[in-house]
């Protein structure tokens, strides 16, 4: 399974919106570092935190249980599981919230934007 990740400070950084279309060609285009922007292959029994971590990223987490949302991500493309949940609202799931120490991937196919926890959209949930 291929992902696609962004860094949420990217956005806030250069102002992007997350629900810019064009979010991700913007993010091929930028010249963005490794850690900020990029690809990584993600095995179906392994979680996209562990993947990430596995791929030398560096994303944020805290419990690796379910229960922080530090872990956080949008997905903008694709689904991820989510087994556990101890902190997401309904609401933040229906808006594509995931946490990325449990979530496996389901489609072929990921964009997820990580480090959302502060995303301004979900402030009112008070992850
Ligand atoms: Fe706490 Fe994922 S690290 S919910």
Known sequence: VDVTYLDYAVLEDR?????DAALFEKAAAAD???GAYGTLSVRPDRTLLES???AGQA???SCRGGACANCAVAVLEGELSQPVN???PAEAIDRGIRLSCVG???TDEL???YYVKH?????????
């Open 15 to 19: 102002g992007w919106c997350l629900e």
């Open 32 to 34: 963005l570092d490794a």
């Open 52 to 54: 990430a971590e596995q």
């Open 59 to 61: 994303w944020p987490y």
């Open 86 to 88: 101890h902190v997401l």
């Open 104 to 106: 496996y991937p389901i």
């Open 111 to 113: 964009r997820v934007v």
């Open 119 to 127: 995303l301004p959209s979900i402030a009112d949930l008070r992850l």
